[in-house]
């Protein structure tokens, strides 16, 4: 298997195939992601994180928002140990990162999915070949790599672009290559740092529909974005940064448990855009087994 | 198995990627090698020459004529107790008329001589040539034109000048050579570094990711490693096909006529030796030159 055991932070296998478990009620288990008065400044004095205390339970749907420079980005990197607190503890699953010894790093990070603005694929390689990277890099099997790509895929709704690049795909079609690659190794954690920066309001629902679907699948999900309108749509909580600091942690709107689709038609009504919207309709029977 | 494919599969991907500084640090690769092929030989025989001369320096001292027996003696054992001599040999007036009798074209003038003329005389061997001066010192403590240590010496005399020549020349042309074979492997170390340094950089990107994914540190360097060894490999390989072109086509057919090429070809290094010696250097080289580059650009 994958990473199978490392760190003890795998949902159970039949998670995967989302059958809509209940949320499980914070404080249960230790929350996947715990800070404690962490403090981080930067080399030459600035100081990017003040003394932030919080918890992330596991399957939640967090938004994480803040003005440029509020601290989001670093607070992203010290989750995936690219930096390290200046004081305080970050621990995921229970384990105090900070103390990670430098091998047991990718480990870490294979157990958890990262999507970012710019989508970072590799633009000499199909969309088959750019998540099975993720796979062959972390040493999976030929087997391995051949059931969980197209399934992936399938999921992210891309199964008719395997063979295309990334320069002949939209935005948000190569957003969702991004994602799948976060995905393919179902990581009980994924973080995406402004998933939808780069693209339009009816694509970016459609990012937001598909990271909904995974964290209905048990994913715990954490999304940094700077879209406001989005985030008090999405009905979920949200964690709000400023300069530093959390300034409000809340359940915006009203928390409500709803389908996948469900989701992408109230999100789409309340944001003013047509439902004819979602451009990739090719692979949209299949957005939806999992919800 | 299949993660030896996929490290081969990516180090060849980056090859052909970086396509002209890959060919320029081959290419050097291949220069270094090839003048690596040609100095070794080269610098074998010029140390084998050399070593020949430094075996026959020596210096004599003719002795005057009315010196005894025991004074003879007495000198011989005097000689033989000074520091750093390996050699002390007596050479009669008529072995000394002989051996002149033999270096001369026309005999004779020997024949016309009506009596010897030459002295006896000892011939001292240094155990190494630079020690020579330290024994003439000691034989003369005052310079050659001062008083020697012995009373029955008469002057020092030296056969061997021209070949003091020959060792100044022959270390004189070590040193150049190892200069600039120093400096060939350095460059093709530093080509091969940069070359490393070019693919790190164009392959940032799929770095990332690995680093993002989870790769572990070693997963990530292999690629990089394998396409440094590849350039050596390809460089050596390409190098020795042209030292066997060259030696099949020119050293062989003039060794015959030369005899410097066949002095060679009879001393220390056979052709497969020093085939596998530049082999194994140039794998090294690249190895040492991908692995320091590494070390200082890739952080992972």
Known sequence: MLAEGTLSMRRSKKNNRGSDEPRRPRGRRAPIIELNDVTKVYPGGHMALDRISLGIGRGEFVFLVGPTGCGKSTLIKMLIRELTATEGSVKIAGRDIGKLPEKKIPQLRRNIGTVFQDFKLLPDRTVYDNVAYALQVIGASRAEIREQVPQTLRLVGLSTKLHSYPDQLSGGEQQRVSVARAFVNHPPLLLADEPSGNLDPVT?????????RINKAGTTVVVVTHDREMVDNMRRRVIELYEGRVVRDEVSGGYTEESTSEFGLRMRAEMGVGSEGEKLTNGHSHHDELS | MGRLAFFFQEALRALKRNGA???????????????LGMLIPIFQTAQGKSEEVRNQLSVQYALF???????INALQQKLEGIPHVAEVTFISKAQALKTLESELEDKRIVEEL?????????????????????IQKAVFPNGPKGQPFSSIINNEFDR??????????TSALKIILTVITALLVLASLMLIGNTIRLSI?????????MRLVGATRWFIRWPFMIEGVVVGFAGGLLAILILWLGKITI?????DSVSVLSAQSNSTLGFPALIAILFAASILVSTIGSGVTLRRFLKV
């Open chain 2, 201 to 209: 950089y164009t392959r940032r990107r799929e770095v990332e990711v």
């Open chain 2, 160 to 169: 061997t000048f021209g070949q003091k020549k020959v060792e100044q020349v």
């Open chain 2, 21 to 35: 500084p890959s060919m320029a640090a081959i290419v050097t690769t291949v220069v270094t090698v090839v003048l």
């Open chain 1, 204 to 212: 970016s629902i459609g990012i937001m529909q598909l990271l909904y």
């Open chain 2, 251 to 255: 050293v062989d057919p003039l060794s």
């Open chain 2, 65 to 71: 004529p009315d010196a005894t027996k025991a004074e």
């Open chain 2, 114 to 134: 009506k009596f010897n003329p030459l002295p006896n005389s000892f011939e001292v061997k240094p155990d190494d040539a630079a020690n020579l001066p330290a």
